[in-house]
């Protein structure tokens, strides 16, 4: 295992170099320029120049892309464009809070849609069953800014329960936390289904049931372990998209968190943030998913990681 995960984590220095290099690229394909924006409208063309001569930018590509790289090698990201402070420690301030908010959201996911599927796979073709598939593709469908719209609308505005933006008390987290987590609980709970009705369908399981075994023994212990490696998949999925894909959710209830972030430099070509963002976003991503690997191996040793 532990060759296992040093192997793993080597292997995230191309994808890293990778992410990096394509970064690099689109960023600098973004119409506009930096210098201009930071040096004013009003600015003469020699301040323009010189502001570019600051920033490095008359430099060709490959000298500013081993330059950047250099740097993030030495965990130096630069520092903004706009306000000049280090990117790490711009990252920093936000980085918890969308950490939070992506930790949150998948703790509810996994109960309502663990919960939901279990039901809706032990009660197959009932109402109960229909219900629950439904109310999931309702899920599916619904997109997460009109969802967050119309829980501030219902249970901040008309019922006064919740606040309706910002991040850090139990009333500003209930709504954006149920606006991320409904969508992620509707694929758990589909995905739930169908590997419980897999694995219920099993010799061994017909067995169980023939020798007596207690019903609930018999899905808790013996299906729901076996059913839980491709849910860990959807679950490790989910939890590496909404550390990069709160972007709606923070901009709908004004949380200062690394989506709101990456846009609000993108607005204003803000290089160096969306470039140590992205970074960032894709290192967590690379070890959820190594975490999963592991997480396979635990659920079932015959699971081949090598």
Request: hydrophobic share 50%; no cysteine; net charge positive.
């Amino acid at each position: 295992m532990l060759t296992f995960i040093i192997r793993r984590l080597v292997q995230t220095i191309p994808v890293l170099f990778g992410v990096t290099l394509i970064t690099f690229s689109l960023v600098h394909l973004i119409p506009g320029d930096p210098a201009q924006i930071l040096a004013g409208e009003a600015a003469s063309t020699e301040q323009v120049e010189a502001m570019r001569d600051r920033l490095g930018l008359n430099d060709s590509y490959p000298v500013q892309y081993f330059n950047y790289l250099k740097d993030v090698v030495t965990l130096d990201f630069g520092n903004s464009i706009r306000n000049g402070r280090a990117v790490g420690d711009e990252i920093g301030a936000r980085f918890w809070v969308t950490v939070e908010l992506a930790v949150y959201s998948t703790i509810l996911s996994v109960f309502l849609g663990m919960i939901a599927g279990i039901i809706s796979a032990t009660k197959r073709y009932t109402f109960a069953d229909t219900s629950i598939m439904i109310i999931a593709l309702f899920g599916l469908s619904m997109p997460n800014f009109w969802m967050g719209l119309m829980l501030i609308q219902y249970f901040s505005i008309n019922l006064g329960w919740f606040a309706s933006s910002g991040w850090g008390t139990f009333s500003q987290m209930v709504l954006p936390v149920l606006t991320l987590g409904t969508t992620g609980a509707a694929i758990i709970a589909r995905m739930t289904r169908s590997s419980m009705l897999e694995v219920i369908g099993q010799d061994y399981i017909r067995t169980a049931r023939a020798k007596g075994v207690k019903e609930r023994y018999v899905i808790y212990q013996h299906a729901l372990k076996n059913a839980m490696i491709p849910v860990v998949t959807v679950v490790g999925l989910q939890f590496g998209s909404l550390l990069g894909g709160t972007v709606l959710a923070e901009s709908v209830f004004a949380i200062n968190g690394m989506g709101r972030l990456i846009i609000d430099s993108i607005r204003a070509r803000d290089f160096p943030i969306v470039q140590g963002t992205v970074l960032v976003v894709s290192l967590l991503f690379v070890l959820v998913n190594l975490l999963v690997d592991v997480a396979y191996r635990m659920l079932n040793k015959r699971v081949d990681i090598n």
